[in-house]
């Protein structure tokens, strides 16, 4: 059965980068043919897109968010990470990682990881 | 940067039908398909329909969806208490390169 799990700091100071790694058990990113994507979701408020990366190393990013963000693969330990730069308290969120479907823009993400709490604060 | 329109809450008795609109533009619902997500009190979204219309396995014959040029509708029939959650559609934008565009999310309350 195919799991994702993140991990990471739980909280991160303004100004400094958020790094997160999604561990994928059950499958092989590279042998699938899936995208692999991060969603993050600011406490109360709706989801946002953040990025997406298929094994090979093709990022595709969220505009808005884009000079900050880079998503990168490491097959040989079936994760795929997240670094946001330059963070503020507007950044604080629950980030998701998922397997998207094996077209960029087909939107399946499924499954999704349990979440992970990340709180910018000083 | 766009986003897609849901109406903010909808509700409904159990056994009734209940509906939720998703608007977008010619660039994302207008030109791609459209997926919606259940995400049920301090859980993680799940995946609900895919490709417009296409219920995943597991997913109850009670939901619905479909698209109409640049809207999306999910039905939920016989709604039951269960239902009760926050319901999201999702399309790709062609627009700046491409990028996903969420729905900006309508609660579900049965009352």
């Known amino acids: 059965q195919l799991q994702l799990q993140e991990s990471g700091p739980g909280l991160v100071k303004p100004s400094e980068t958020l790094s997160l790694t999604c561990t994928v058990s059950g499958d092989s990113i590279s042998r699938s043919g899936y995208y692999w994507g991060w969603i993050r979701q600011p406490p109360g408020k709706g989801l946002e897109w953040i990025g997406t990366i298929y094994y090979s190393g093709s990022t595709f990013y969220n505009p808005s968010l884009k000079s900050r963000v880079t998503i990168s693969v490491d097959t040989s330990k079936n994760q795929f990470s997240l670094k946001l730069t330059s963070v503020t308290a507007a950044d604080t969120s629950v980030f998701y990682c998922?397997?998207?479907?094996?077209?960029?823009?087909?939107?399946?993400?499924?499954?999704w990881g349990q979440g992970t709490l990340v709180t910018v604060s000083s | 940067q766009s986003v897609l329109t849901q109406p903010p809450s909808a509700s409904g008795t159990p056994g009734q039908r209940v509906t939720i609109s998703c608007s977008g533009s010619?660039?994302?619902?207008?030109?791609?398909?459209v997926n919606w997500y259940q995400q049920l009190p301090g859980t993680a979204p799940k995946l609900l329909i895919n490709s417009n219309n296409q219920r995943p396995s597991g997913v109850p014959d009670r939901f619905s969806g479909s698209k109409s040029g640049t809207s999306a509708s999910l039905a939920i029939s016989g709604l039951r208490s269960e239902d009760e959650a926050d319901y999201y559609c999702v399309a790709w934008d062609d627009s700046l390169n491409g990028f996903y565009v969420f729905g900006t999310g309508t609660k579900v309350t049965v009352l």
């Open positions: 010619t660039s994302n619902i207008g030109s791609n398909i």
């Open positions: 998922v397997r998207q479907g094996t077209a960029v823009a087909a939107g399946k993400f499924d499954p």
